[in-house]
């Protein structure tokens, strides 16, 4: 199978590694900016283009893997009517790509990704949708090459899978940083929450995370809630998020008893 790749982030890089490792030819890796597809096309031993009068019209799949925003512009300038169009995005519909081309669907990988890190793709889902049966039968023979878990979503569950990813990476993430700013305030080293953090990413594995909550709000200690709400009077956002976090792992647990 021949591809085009089209965007050079961190999707788009681990992806086209991915595909060549499984014996898949990456063709040509294109970016607005040339040194940015050099860079990755160097690695993929692709050809690098940021003009789409270079655009190679006779390969298999065309994986479009750029800001959301931008996803419909270039499908439209790609003027590929007869060849596979995917898109990478969690929260962005498959009627994006309508239009440009017969064959057209989504190719979500479920994970976060930087350029250096090696991840394990058989291991991480993927989210696909096409615009037709045969399209998405395509797309999930593409997938399987990649990954052990496939899973067949609409536009609107996968945007759904995306939100609840931004709550359990982005906004985990975030508090993590919040945590480290507030361990500097006392000249305390984030190493002290690492094994605790790896530890809850452990339980979760394997256990209902809202029965593995655990923390002053969960036991009803208001007590200490208030305590470190005291504490953190000084920085009214974070004692904000305190508080309504706390509120929500109440909410939560009620609603669970109902």
Known sequence: MNIVLLGSGNVATQLGRAFKLAGQDIVQV?????????????????????????????????????????????????????KLIVHTSGSTGIDVLEGSSSKYGVLYPLQTFSKTKVVDFRQIPFAIEGNTPEVTSTIHAIADRLSERVIELSSEQRKSLHI????????????????????????LDFDLLRPLIAETAAKVQSNDPLKMQTGPASRGDQETVNAHLDLLKNNPEMQDIYKKLSQSIVNLQERSKG
Request: overall charge negative; aromatic content about 10%.
């Open 164 to 187: 609840a990813a931004v709550f359990a990476c982005n906004f985990s993430n975030h508090l993590y940083a919040l945590g480290q700013e507030l361990l500097k305030e006392q000249n």
């Open 30 to 82: 294109w970016s607005r900016d040339i040194e940015h597809a050099s860079e990755l096309a160097d690695n993929l031993a692709a050809t690098a283009i940021s003009d789409f009068d270079y655009l190679d019209r006779k390969a298999d799949l065309y994986i479009i893997s750029v800001k959301d925003e931008a996803i419909n512009v270039l499908a439209r300038e790609l003027k590929v009517s007869d």
